[in-house]
């Protein structure tokens, strides 16, 4: 988790406004705000999870990003961070549309569904693939939109969104997880 | 009651122009503080009370003798911890408690003023609460915090004084006071004025007071405040120490008694002719309005740190309504919290012991105040 958190917190700029959309417990936040800048707010719709950004002293607001990204005016941040909860969400399409609108630049991380043992599960046991980053079974996931690094990057280019897409294909079998950094 | 040695009151000789056109001049403001204000005058909270409170919001009221109203969130060690915090709480203008109010002597026929009292409205509450931080020499408050009515305070407050408070609370209340809103303000009203004993305001001429009209209006209030699922746990159909039914219009059922109670013991601590200025007062609150339609207009130019607070139960002044003003502070792009906590108990929540709620604010605050430089 940890060194998810670096890699995100690389990408900020130092004092810039950030927006971190499905912000969970707050420990992302609390170490960019920490580290990087004051100006970070959560979205979070877990009510447990609210009480514990408020405890850590992090500014969030109660909500659901599916519905309430829409009250923030055009590129009013630097950053949005979407950290792996875009697979959760019933119209994933339409949160990317609202993240690249209110930030100038958002950040998206995404479970990559084409990382080798997720394949090796599948084709061997021949079974929904659970693993440390995706621990569900089928019946009981959050996840509904399951992608890879691969679907991740030719949605961005279908959709003439700009990505940091160095050596994607390599990462898309060895990475758990994808980091993009997207603008429109 | 004499109250004149229990309540410290302000003078204010300042004149304040209300809203309804009338100026009023050197008349009294009485409040009450809990903790100290420490050296560097930064940590004052100023507390606004709802409805049918006053200024002992802690503690034990030495008018009734009950707990003060907000006594389950503030005092020494409690979410608003007065070891830390120096908390200021006045009556509001309009009420019964001290300030100046409809039961104070009108110098021009030496009566009490009844309904010739002006329609006073948040703003003009606001406003006159504003000369106690002339008066304790504090420059900026730490947090202007409230619920319900206190919440519409805490919102006009930061409205009209944009960088007089670092943080700031509103619980439970609305930025515009909807038409159910002023519906159940009217039935109140309505059930005070058709008490015989109301005489049009100046009962206290006749020395009869219209309690069964107050008695009504505190019933059907009180039930706006809890919740169907509150109210089902609490009475559900219990019977009020008897067997079975008896077949007539007493307090069979518990909840009868338990309002009647309610009704019966308000009287005994509230004026009528306030709960009709007050609930005026509500009812004409529109911020929203005040910035033609915009509500964001009104903390354009505020720095204040906003958190936002509403209840899963409160049908009175629903989620949807806070989640307005938190939907235009984050239009502008201002610091706001928000959450909605989840309780049972209604509106009243605010007021009760709701772990999560007294814990959020208790966070809030201290890390808010930790946090400066």
């Given at each position: 988790?940890?060194?998810?958190?670096?890699?995100?917190?690389?990408?900020?700029?130092?004092?810039?406004?950030?927006?971190?959309?499905?912000?969970?417990?707050?420990?992302?936040?609390?170490?960019?705000?920490?580290?990087?800048?004051?100006?970070?707010?959560?979205?979070?719709?877990?009510?447990?999870?609210?009480?514990?950004?408020?405890?850590?002293?992090?500014?969030?607001?109660?909500?659901d990003?599916?519905?309430?990204?829409?009250?923030?005016?055009?590129?009013?941040?630097?950053?949005?961070?979407?950290?792996?909860?875009?697979?959760?969400?019933?119209?994933?399409?339409?949160?990317?549309?609202?993240?690249?609108?209110?930030?100038?630049?958002?950040?998206?991380?995404?479970?990559?569904?084409?990382?080798?043992?997720v394949?090796?599960?599948?084709?061997?046991?021949?079974?929904?693939?659970?693993?440390?980053?995706?621990?569900?079974?089928?019946?009981?996931?959050?996840?509904?939109?399951?992608?890879?690094?691969?679907?991740?990057?030719?949605?961005?280019?279908?959709?003439?969104?700009?990505?940091?897409?160095?050596?994607?294909?390599?990462?898309?079998?060895?990475?758990?997880?994808?980091?993009?950094?997207?603008?429109? | 009651?004499?109250?004149?040695?229990?309540?410290?009151?302000?003078?204010?000789?300042?004149p304040?122009?209300?809203?309804?056109?009338?100026?009023?001049?050197?008349?009294?403001?009485?409040?009450?503080?809990y903790?100290?204000?420490?050296e560097k005058?930064?940590?004052?909270i100023?507390?606004?009370?709802?409805?049918?409170?006053?200024?002992?919001?802690?503690?034990?009221?030495?008018?009734?003798?009950?707990?003060?109203?907000?006594?389950?969130?503030?005092?020494?060690?409690?979410?608003?911890?007065?070891?830390?915090?120096?908390?200021?709480?006045a009556?509001?203008?309009?009420?019964?408690?001290?300030?100046?109010?409809?039961?104070?002597?009108?110098?021009?026929?030496?009566?009490?003023?009844?309904?010739?009292?002006?329609?006073?409205?948040?703003?003009?509450?606001?406003?006159?609460?504003?000369?106690?931080?002339?008066?304790?020499?504090?420059?900026?408050?730490?947090s202007?915090v409230?619920?319900?009515?206190?919440?519409?305070?805490?919102?006009?407050?930061?409205?009209?004084?944009?960088?007089?408070?670092r943080?700031?609370?509103?619980?439970?209340?609305?930025?515009?006071?909807?038409?159910?809103?002023?519906?159940?303000?009217?039935?109140?009203?309505?059930?005070?004025?058709?008490?015989?004993?109301?005489?049009?305001?100046?009962?206290?001429?006749?020395?009869?007071?219209?309690?069964?009209?107050?008695?009504v209006?505190?019933?059907?209030?009180?039930?706006?405040?809890?919740?169907?699922?509150?109210?089902?746990?609490?009475?559900?159909?219990?019977?009020?120490?008897?067997?079975?039914?008896?077949?007539?219009?007493?307090?069979?059922?518990?909840?009868?008694?338990?309002?009647?109670?309610?009704?019966?013991?308000?009287?005994?601590?509230?004026?009528?002719n306030?709960?009709?200025y007050?609930?005026?007062?509500?009812?004409?609150?529109?911020?929203?309005?005040?910035?033609?339609?915009?509500?964001?207009?009104a903390?354009?130019?505020?720095?204040?740190?906003?958190f936002?607070?509403?209840?899963?139960?409160?049908?009175?002044?629903?989620?949807?309504?806070?989640?307005?003003?938190?939907?235009?502070l984050?239009a502008?792009?201002?610091?706001?919290?928000f959450?909605?906590?989840?309780?049972?108990?209604?509106?009243?929540?605010?007021?009760?012991d709701?772990?999560?709620?007294?814990?959020?604010?208790?966070?809030?605050?201290?890390?808010?105040?930790?946090?400066?430089?």
């Open positions: 988790m940890k060194k998810e958190f670096n890699i995100i917190a690389k990408l900020i700029k130092k004092n810039s406004k950030v927006l971190d959309v499905g912000c969970g417990d707050g420990q992302l936040m609390k170490y960019i705000y920490e580290n990087i800048t004051k100006d970070i707010r959560g979205l979070e719709i877990s009510k447990n999870n609210v009480q514990k950004c408020i405890e850590k002293g992090l500014t969030v607001i109660e909500g990003a599916e519905k309430d990204l829409k009250q923030f005016p055009i590129s009013s941040f630097d950053y949005v961070i979407l950290s792996q909860t875009l697979q959760a969400f019933l119209d994933p399409e339409n949160v990317i549309n609202e993240l690249l609108r209110i930030g100038k630049k958002a950040i998206v991380t995404i479970p990559n569904f084409g990382y080798w043992k394949r090796m599960h599948l084709l061997l046991k021949g079974t929904m693939p659970v693993t440390s980053n995706l621990p569900n079974e089928w019946y009981n996931t959050p996840n509904l939109h399951m992608c890879t690094i691969k679907d991740f990057k030719n949605y961005c280019n279908k959709k003439k969104i700009k990505i940091n897409s160095s050596n994607l294909n390599f990462q898309n079998i060895f990475s758990e997880l994808g980091i993009f950094l997207i603008e429109k | 009651m004499n109250k004149t040695e229990k309540v410290k009151n302000l003078i204010i000789d300042k304040l122009k209300l809203d309804c056109g009338k100026t009023i001049v050197n008349f009294p403001l009485a409040y009450e503080t903790g100290q204000l420490n005058r930064d940590n004052a100023l507390a606004f009370h709802a409805l049918t409170g006053d200024q002992f919001a802690a503690e034990i009221n030495p008018i009734t003798k009950k707990e003060g109203w907000w006594s389950n969130a503030l005092g020494p060690g409690k979410a608003i911890d007065t070891n830390k915090y120096f908390v200021i709480c009556n509001v203008i309009g009420g019964c408690m001290g300030s100046y109010g409809p039961s104070n002597i009108n110098p021009e026929n030496s009566k009490p003023f009844g309904t010739n009292f002006p329609v006073i409205t948040i703003n003009d509450m606001v406003n006159a609460q504003y000369h106690l931080l002339e008066f304790f020499k504090i420059d900026k408050l730490f202007v409230g619920g319900s009515m206190g919440g519409m305070q805490v919102l006009q407050f930061v409205s009209n004084f944009p960088n007089k408070s943080t700031a609370i509103p619980i439970a209340c609305t930025a515009s006071h909807s038409a159910q809103n002023i519906a159940l303000n009217e039935l109140g009203r309505q059930s005070i004025m058709a008490d015989h004993n109301w005489s049009n305001g100046f009962y206290e001429e006749n020395k009869k007071l219209p309690d069964k009209g107050l008695a209006a505190r019933m059907a209030a009180h039930i706006t405040y809890l919740s169907k699922k509150g109210l089902q746990e609490k009475f559900g159909r219990k019977l009020q120490e008897r067997d079975d039914l008896k077949f007539s219009f007493d307090a069979d059922f518990q909840i009868e008694s338990y309002l009647r109670y309610q009704g019966s013991v308000f009287v005994d601590r509230f004026d009528a306030s709960y009709l007050i609930t005026r007062a509500m009812d004409y609150f529109d911020l929203t309005k005040q910035f033609n339609g915009n509500l964001s207009k903390f354009e130019k505020s720095e204040t740190k906003f936002i607070i509403s209840f899963t139960s409160d049908w009175l002044y629903p989620t949807s309504e806070n989640r307005d003003i938190v939907i235009a984050n502008i792009g201002k610091d706001v919290g959450a909605e906590i989840t309780s049972d108990k209604g509106h009243d929540s605010f007021l009760l709701v772990p999560d709620f007294l814990n959020a604010i208790k966070n809030f605050l201290n890390t808010s105040y930790n946090k400066k430089i």
